[in-house]
């Protein structure tokens, strides 16, 4: 059975290239480095347009917002990102904001809460923000990079050259990402539940 182009029904041809395109896509990043973000206090219509300009190659749809100002005001409300300081938002809250959205992608809110809000009640000194950022910012491009190597490696095993528009191969490609990230959101969990639901008391 082939696949078939929704709008114009016609099949839908794709091979191995076509798959290694979309993951180079999505893996080639640039960094973004703790030198690259405004070390000036910002409002909050600077920080969503900074972030919706700086993110945008982690957008799935082009008219995807990265983080509202309701979602912005609601983490500082429940404690996960601090104050901002007479409406304006300096280097640490940009830090916060951006492990956050990453950190959404895969864990539930109540989750980043146990995360992050035993560190926003501690002094800005202790909270050692910038250093690991720059470490953050450096795994993110590393994993990305690492992460083309391995998809690659894997889709050769599991696509049939002789049958471009392979739907099996398609499908268990797709079988293959979910499992994987599935694996490591519920290690990210079973983290979370071992060692901040202690710590926090939270439940």
């Known amino acids: 059975m082939e696949l078939k182009d929704e709008v114009t029904k016609e099949p839908f041809i794709f091979n191995e290239e076509d798959l290694l395109k979309l993951a180079k896509e999505i893996s080639d990043l640039d960094e973004l480095k703790l030198s690259s973000l405004p070390d000036i206090a910002l409002y909050m219509d600077q920080i969503t347009s900074f972030l919706d300009d700086k993110l945008k190659g982690f957008k799935r749809k082009e008219g995807d917002q990265i983080l509202s100002k309701t979602m912005i005001n609601n983490y500082t409300k429940d404690g996960i990102l601090m ?4 409406k304006k938002y300096s280097r640490e809250h940009m830090i916060e904001l951006i492990m956050i959205y990453h950190l959404k992608q895969v864990l539930s809110i109540n989750d980043i809460d ?42 050769t095993s599991l696509t049939d050259e002789s049958k471009p528009e392979n739907k099996d191969s398609l499908l268990l490609t797709i079988l293959l990402l979910s499992i994987r990230s599935g694996i490591e959101k519920r290690m990210a969990e079973k983290l979370i539940d071992t060692y901040y639901e202690r710590k926090t008391g939270k439940v």
Do not use: Q
């Open 114 to 155: 146990k995360l992050f809000s035993p560190m926003v009640k501690k002094p800005l000194e202790d909270r050692e923000l910038l250093s690991t950022y720059e470490i953050f910012s450096h795994l993110l491009v590393d994993e990305s990079n690492l992460f083309y190597s391995e998809f690659e490696n894997r889709l």
């Open 83 to 86: 104050p901002p300081f007479k």
